[in-house]
């Protein structure tokens, strides 16, 4: 099956799967193991060394141990939280690492597991975390869009759709900004035209993903 | 002194003399007058010759002579022809030269008879004041002796209290002399003959070569001994034995070695106690501190047992794979096999910092010990959020030393920085471990940036059961200290200059201990 045909899928780079451990006999063991089931594996003796390499864009999740040197684990999770890294983390902890494990869990952690674990808990919990990372892409790609369409708005544009998808109706929104009942609709048919959105409904959601409030007049 | 001073005066004694010769002649010659007038008789010529031996005997030679002169006097003047006048009758010189003669005679007689008599005195003068010396010079000779009693019978007292011997070896002859101590200490009878040979029979075979070997050099004219040998005792039962002695000449080609022999059983026999009681204590000690660093080991043992479980997983997932990629199946097992190794090497680590063997004393490389104790810390040092560095000398010289022991000092000494350092928010928490060495000695310092030592704690850091830390048992640095000091080095800490303080041992390079 060495040769088969490329699935007809857009070109998507394939999940990657990074460890950052500073023991290497842990690193090169994960390494053979997400090998043997076809992830791609990068390696790494520490969070600065992970942190020099760009990742690429296709899904990945990052496989932690819980003490490393120089700084933490838990310090690094939170790192990447401060500079917007978000990436799926699984945090390997070695003995009575209890607590640790908590804050993690609390700080948004996939799963931890403690050393050794079953091979099989390791990929669930990686097959998990990739899942989510995809997901959380997905997500990003459609907010990106949404973006996207929305710089295209015009000022007026803007301000009625947050009026309109804040509940008002086109008299009390035409009241709230000085303008004619027709002017409003024709700035919400633009709007709702270059938003790609197909009801109202379709339009509030994308205001809530946008994060859109109506604008304080008062 | 006086009489000699005016010698040409004479003494009142030679006056009365002389006064003694004039009355008695007179008195003779008064006696005579007297005689010949009342009884008729003529006793003159014998009353003057007494009168001349009696002056004789009384004044000596002088004064006799003087009677003498004054006898022939009166004889003339009163006896010879013409009465009454000096001068003398032809006829009569016979009789004057006659009575001349025979007075000088008794004159001379007396004097010799005074002569002798005088030499008899001053000899007996001479007896007595001889007698009298000998009379104080015994006094003091009994005075001498009691005194040197007492001191040997304090000496015996002190040498049975002390078990100590005093002996005395002639190299020529072969003749070895004992304090009666010595025959105790030796238990050898008494009544045996001493010897050389006898006491190379007694030493203890194993170090009969000791006692050989200080022969053999004092024979070659040695100086000075000092030496510890074992002794059998004629039970069968083994006395440590101190010998100091030197080289001493009373009789000129005669050398002879002095000294003294000292039963130091009981001290030995106690430093060996102590000994293992200090090894026992130091064992604890080093339990105590794998307890301190219990988290430490379990992770250094799990984690190459997390990484086996780990490839043998995937190497079983290899092989199932459609098409067992047997390549990537040796690298997994290879990898087991390395890390098993390095887990048993964890294990073996541990094994020998509790393990209850004696101090065994090779050269050693300090720097290594530092090395492996900071291997054995890994962990504690990340759990503690420690900046650790080394700053080690090359090519350090080795010393004699336990490894074991000097690493657990090494060990004791970082967790105690680590420890000193729990407080630290404010600045790196820095652990600088250095080795420096010179002609003498080489140095190994553990410097923290702790909290600091107190003043007042200074003097008693190194005590046993001093403690700063809640829960501590203050055994860590006194353990140091008698590790270090067993090893003829010293231990001791001073404030830095900055915040923290250093703790430094010193280990000699050649121990004088050894011999």
């Given at each position: ?209 946008l994060g859109l409030h109506p604008p304080k007049t008062r | 002194m006086l009489t000699s001073r005016l010698s040409w005066w004479p003494s009142p004694f030679a006056l009365l003399g002389y006064g003694a010769a004039i009355v008695s002649v007179t008195v003779a010659l008064t006696v005579a007058l007297l005689l010949d007038a009342f009884l008729q008789s003529m006793p003159y010529v014998s009353l003057l010759l007494c009168s001349i031996m009696f002056v004789a005997w009384f004044g000596g030679l002088g004064p006799s002579l003087l009677a003498a002169a004054l006898a022939a006097l009166y004889f003339v003047f009163f006896l010879v022809d013409p009465i009454g006048s000096i001068a003398i009758a032809t006829k009569d010189i016979p009789r004057v030269v006659l009575f001349v003669i025979t007075s000088l005679f008794v004159v001379s007689l007396s004097a010799a008879q005074r002569r002798s008599a005088e030499s008899l005195r001053s000899a007996r003068d001479d007896l007595q004041a001889s007698v009298r010396e000998l009379a104080r010079v015994n006094k003091a000779l009994l005075a001498e002796n009691v005194e040197r009693k007492r001191v040997e019978a304090y000496l015996e007292e002190a040498q049975t209290l002390s078990h100590t011997a005093s002996f005395g070896w002639k190299i020529v002859g072969n003749q070895v002399f004992l304090s009666k101590e010595g025959y105790r200490v030796l238990d050898v009878d008494r009544d045996q003959k001493l010897s050389i040979g006898l006491l190379l029979r007694r030493v203890h075979p194993d ?309």
């Open positions: 099956m060495s040769r088969a045909p490329q699935p007809q899928v857009p070109v998507k780079a394939a999940p990657s799967v990074f460890v950052v451990d500073d023991d290497p006999s842990m690193r090169e063991a994960l390494d053979s193991l997400f090998r043997s089931v076809d992830l791609q594996v990068e390696l790494f003796a520490s969070a600065a060394e992970f942190l020099q390499h760009r990742r690429p864009d296709g899904a990945s999740c990052l496989v932690l141990d819980i003490r490393l040197p120089g700084v933490s684990g838990l310090d690094f999770q939170a790192q990447l939280q401060k500079a917007n890294i978000r990436i799926p983390i699984i945090f390997m902890t070695g003995h009575g690492d209890i607590p640790m494990s908590v804050r993690a869990m609390k700080a948004g952690a996939v799963d931890f597991l403690a050393k050794p674990f079953r091979d099989q808990d390791m990929l669930d919990a990686v097959a998990a975390a990739l899942r989510r990372d995809e997901q959380a892409r997905e997500a990003e790609k459609v907010a990106e869009s949404l973006r996207a369409s929305y710089e295209l708005l015009t000022a007026r544009e803007r301000e009625v759709m947050a009026l309109v998808t804040s509940g008002l109706m086109n008299k009390q929104v035409a009241a709230e900004l000085g303008l004619s009942e027709i002017t409003v609709k024709i700035h919400r048919g633009h709007a709702m035209r270059k938003m790609k959105a197909r009801s109202l409904a379709d339009l509030v959601r994308m205001a809530e993903n | 170090d009969k070569h000791i006692l050989q070997n200080e022969i053999d050099r004092a024979s070659r004219g040695g100086l000075d001994q000092n030496y510890e040998m074992r002794w059998l005792t004629s039970t069968g039962t083994i006395r440590h034995l101190h010998v100091r002695a030197h080289r001493m000449q009373f009789d000129p080609g005669e050398d002879e070695f002095v000294g003294a022999v000292m039963d130091v059983t009981d001290t030995r026999n106690a430093e060996e106690a102590l000994g293992a009681t200090q090894a026992a204590l130091a064992r604890a000690a080093r339990m105590a501190t794998l307890g301190e660093m219990g988290a430490s080991i379990a992770h250094e043992v799990n984690q190459p047992l997390a990484g086996i479980v780990t490839n043998g997983e995937a190497g079983l997932r290899w092989l199932d794979r459609k098409e067992p990629e047997l390549g990537e199946v040796r690298g997994a097992m290879e990898r087991m096999i390395r890390d098993a190794k390095r887990a048993s090497q964890v294990v073996e680590r541990l094994r020998a910092l509790v393990r209850k063997t004696p101090a065994k004393r090779l050269p050693l490389d300090m720097n290594d010990v530092i090395t492996e104790s900071i291997a054995l810390l890994q962990r504690e040092v990340q759990t503690h959020r420690i900046v650790l560095k080394t700053d080690l000398a090359r090519d350090l010289p080795l010393v004699l030393a336990d490894r074991i022991e000097l690493q657990q000092v090494v060990i004791n000494l970082m967790v105690n920085g680590m420890q000193a350092m729990e407080s630290v928010t404010d600045r790196p928490r820095l652990l600088l471990v250095r080795s420096s060495a010179d002609e003498t000695q080489v140095v190994v310092a553990v410097q923290d940036a702790g909290v600091g030592l107190e003043p007042a704690a200074m003097g008693r850091l190194f005590n046993p059961f001093f403690t700063t830390r809640d829960g501590g048992m203050g055994m860590g640095l006194s353990i140091c200290r008698s590790i270090v000091e067993a090893h003829g080095g010293h231990i001791w800490a001073s404030p830095n200059e900055g915040p923290g303080a250093s703790f430094q041992f010193a280990l000699p390079l050649q121990p004088e201990a050894v011999q």
